[in-house]
């Protein structure tokens, strides 16, 4: 077979999240999976119609194959906290579903997946979209609004307010976790009222959805 240039190819035929999740871990759509330990597929509530979508798995997600349980995971668990948003009930995911990086001496750092990347694992968010059928759909950062809301999205202009598109009743971006952890340590603490504040944007309107 030729090499393959999309996750397309790997899609299963019955969308069912099992057989995504299964279907995903062989995927060769991009040359990612070569330098990862394996696919991070998106897990949550399939259910509950709220979907958190971030860039790409980073390295402590890539050697347990979970979504954010890393440093900017662990962020998130504490500002939707704080926010009032159960992270029980909401399911994550990803635009990229395998860990990119570069050898920084001893470590894993992490790099921005290629617009081409993005786009090669399109299929496995937009088959996650079709069946989770959001009602809230939240992107974290510059790579998920961009591959979801168009290469010329703008985070830092459209943050926090409700977006018109066809993906959700109710979409919205806010920077993504890590940004805040990378910011120096004077503007931290107000960089991450900035980033409660959007998810109590998002807070409010699940409560009105229930
Ligand atoms: N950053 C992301 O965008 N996703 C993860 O799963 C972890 C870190
Ligand atoms: Fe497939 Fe996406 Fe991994 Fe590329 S990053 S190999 S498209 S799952």
Redesign the pocket.
Known sequence: MAESSSAFDFLPEDLSYENLVKAAEGCQGCDLYKNATQT?FGEGDLESGIVFV?????DE?DVKGH??V?P??RLLDKALAEAGIDRQRIYVT?AVKHFKWKPQGKRRLHEKPKASEVAACDPWLRAELMLTQPRILVC??ASAAQSLFGRDFRVTQMRGQWLETELAANAIATI?P?AILRTPSDLREAEYRDFVADLTVVAREIDLLN
């Open positions: 991070v971030g860039e790409q798995p980073g997600e979504p954010f890393g900017a995971g990803n974290l950062g993504h890590s």
